[in-house]
Antibody, heavy 121, light 108 residues
Framework: QITLKESGPTLVKPTQTLTLTCTFS??????????VGWIRQPPGKALDWLAH???????YYSSSLKTRLTITKDTSKNQVVLTMADMHPEDTGTYYC?????????????WGQGTLVTVSS | DIQMTQSPSSLSASVGDRVTISCRAS??????LSWYQQEPGKAPKLLIY???NLQSGVPSRFSGSGSGTDFTLTISSLQVEDFATYYC??????????FGQGTKLEIK
């Protein structure tokens, strides 16, 4: 059974850096074709893909946010970390991590419950 | 970047109705199209991948079709639990993924 869970601060101040951790079980990020992605959702708005990382350490970022994002993995700990620099109030929303499967056409097959991040002074 | 446009943005229907939601890509994405269902306050759930492949455990009343730039999600007979928001997502470009803006399905 694949599970993912996001953790990190619920409140950050403008200009601060957000660090979120996705801890997962039921799969390994050393298995070919597997990845983990991050997706956010502002309150009442649509899903917004941020970044993803593959088993071979290939990393991909949203073109509009790539200067602010860094994604890394720790295969031994079954964790993926996303950092987002220079947080703004409009970055407020629920942040999800999700399991990516190349054998399912690179879809996000399994999702964490999400964590709400508020950006406010 | 590839843009994804869903229509309609919202839809009212009754239990038992057949419903279709459309998704159009700004350029060809082959069959790299997934559909997700999101209930209020919950994480999205994968319904369809590869444009037409039903994710394990998803009821057979859900189906997907299309290729290239035009795709459709069909619910053959709406159930109460299907009233939610639906998103399409392209994964053709391994560099950047994109979600549609969502379609909210409401009870008439």
């Amino acid at each position: 059974q694949i599970t993912l869970k996001e953790s990190g601060p619920t409140l950050v101040k403008p200009t601060q850096t957000l660090t979120l951790t996705c801890t997962f079980s039921g799969f390994s990020l050393s298995t070919g074709g597997v990845g983990v992605g991050w997706i956010r959702q502002p309150p009442g708005k649509a899903l917004d893909w941020l970044a993803h990382i593959y088993w071979n350490d290939a990393k991909y970022y949203s073109s509009s946010l790539k200067t602010r994002l860094t994604i890394t993995k720790d295969t031994s700990k079954n964790q993926v970390v996303l950092t987002m620099a220079d947080m703004h109030p409009e970055d407020t929303g629920t942040y999800y991590c999700a399991h990516l499967n190349s054998r399912a056409s690179y879809s996000f097959q399994h999702w964490g419950q999400g964590t709400l991040v508020t950006v406010s002074s | 970047d590839i843009q994804m446009t869903q229509s309609p943005s919202s839809l009212s229907a009754s239990v038992g109705d057949r419903v279709t939601i459309s998704c159009r890509a700004s350029q060809s994405i082959g069959s790299y199209l997934s559909w997700y269902q999101q209930e209020p306050g919950k994480a999205p759930k994968l319904l369809i991948y590869g444009a037409s492949n039903l994710q394990s455990g998803v009821p057979s009343r859900f189906s997907g079709s299309g290729s290239g730039t035009d795709f459709t999600l069909t619910i053959s007979s709406l159930q109460v639990e299907d009233f939610a928001t639906y998103y399409c997502q392209q994964s053709a470009s391994s560099l950047t993924y994109t979600f549609g803006q969502g379609t909210k399905l409401e009870i008439k």
